[in-house]
């Protein structure tokens, strides 16, 4: 074993005693488990409320999702208006100017050609005039083109911004849903955790505890951790300066700082810092950074859990994340491997 990972192996160590006696100093970890006045044991009402927390981060996800592309297309809409004016009033501009060079022409007709120059007193200036005339009446014809090439941009402009607008108010009704869900999951989990006595509700958080300490042990004893030895990049430890600046700071659905955050907020917001704008969801960080296997991860970048993808933190290094939990929780730091870990992808790469 080189130096480098006897330091890594030391410092993981550390950390997990530390998570270790944390569980152990937990307020009513030492007596037995006590029974709730719900008919649920505790245990079941630790897993019907991971359960319907998750399921409040999938419909965060989803209300992050349809906000951010509402923005998009509402930005696009203003886009699209604005060419829509600029381009009418071209199309009045032209219309002016091919009416003008319409009566000039009209004005000059009469005669056919050949009697015109037959009855001329300067045929020369004639010549010269019909020069002039064959000159107007293309220029015309090229006005008329870029008249007509104009009011069919306009059309598409048009058609673009009512196709946006329905993007537009579709997205919201998926807001509006996903909103409506993530408050019904996170009131029954708050509600099912009011009716548990306070030593019960110590009990409950020191189970959670040592649930993520099992996780997270079990993920160090696997050897993963012992290949991870990667450095930050300039921008990794800009974003991890940020993240970690939060910790002790509330999760809050929806939320982007700087008061509160959700897991997303935490790191896009992080990102943003260090100069690099990314997705603003866990899903669609998955869907579009860079994956990394996990023995290559360095500071810096994103660890995705779970199989939806519902959940996101920062790894900082030494087996260690920082994240925001869930409702109820604030930003702390945790164990990488304390959740299932789906993939990493790196936002700077």
């Known amino acids: 074993m080189t130096g480098k990972r006897s330091s890594t192996t030391a410092t993981t160590a550390t950390l997990a005693l530390a998570c270790a006696a944390a569980i152990l100093a937990a307020p009513g970890t030492a007596h037995a488990e006590p029974t709730p006045k719900d008919p649920k044991s505790l245990e079941q009402v630790r897993k019907e409320m991971d359960r319907l927390y998750h399921e409040a981060s999938v419909a965060t996800d989803a209300y992050n999702l349809a906000e951010e592309r509402a923005d998009r297309q509402s930005d696009e809409i203003v886009r699209l208006a604005k060419a829509i004016v600029a381009g009418q009033k071209k199309v009045d501009r032209l219309k002016q100017r091919a009416g003008a060079a319409a009566r000039a022409q009209y004005r000059g007709g009469g005669l056919p050609p050949q009697a015109?120059?037959?009855?001329?007193?300067?045929?020369?200036?004639?010549?010269?005039?019909?020069?002039?005339?064959?000159?107007?009446?293309?220029?015309?014809?090229?006005?008329?083109?870029?008249?007509?090439?104009?009011?069919?941009d306009l059309k598409l402009y048009a058609d673009d911004a009512s196709a946006r607008w329905r993007e537009l108010e579709s997205n919201r009704k998926a807001k509006a849903e996903a909103k409506k869900k993530v408050k019904?999951?996170?009131?029954?989990?708050?509600?099912?955790?009011?009716?548990?006595?306070?030593?019960?509700?110590?009990?409950?958080?020191?189970?959670?505890?040592?649930?993520?300490?099992?996780?997270?042990?079990?993920?160090?004893?696997?050897?993963?951790?012992?290949?991870?030895?990667?450095?930050?990049?300039?921008?990794?430890k800009k974003a991890i300066k940020y993240a970690t600046a939060q910790i002790g700071k509330p999760y809050e659905w929806g939320a982007e700082g700087p008061r509160s955050y959700d897991c997303s907020g935490l790191t896009s917001e992080a990102w943003i810092s260090a100069g690099r704008t990314i997705p603003r969801t866990s899903q669609e960080q998955w869907k579009q950074l860079p994956r990394i296997d996990v023995e290559d991860m360095r500071p810096g970048d994103l660890i995705i859990?779970?199989?939806?993808?519902?959940?996101?933190?920062?790894?900082?290094?030494?087996?260690?994340?920082?994240?925001?939990?869930?409702?109820?929780?604030?930003?702390?730091?945790?164990?990488?491997?304390?959740?299932?870990?789906?993939?990493?992808?790196?936002?700077?790469?």
């Open 305 to 349: 859990y779970h199989e939806d993808a519902s959940h996101v933190g920062m790894y900082i290094g030494d087996g260690a994340i920082v994240h925001a939990p869930r409702p109820g929780r604030d930003v702390t730091i945790a164990g990488a491997g304390s959740m299932k870990i789906l993939g990493v992808v790196r936002p700077d790469k």
């Open 184 to 236: 019904a999951r996170i009131k029954a989990a708050e509600e099912l955790e009011s009716k548990l006595e306070k030593k019960e509700r110590e009990r409950l958080l020191a189970m959670e505890q040592e649930a993520e300490y099992e996780r997270q042990a079990a993920w160090i004893d696997s050897g993963a951790l012992a290949e991870i030895n990667g450095k930050a990049s300039k921008g990794g």
């Open 116 to 152: 015109q120059l037959m009855l001329s007193d300067d045929p020369q200036k004639y010549l010269d005039n019909a020069g002039r005339l064959r000159q107007g009446q293309q220029a015309t014809k090229g006005l008329l083109g870029e008249l007509a090439r104009t009011q069919e």
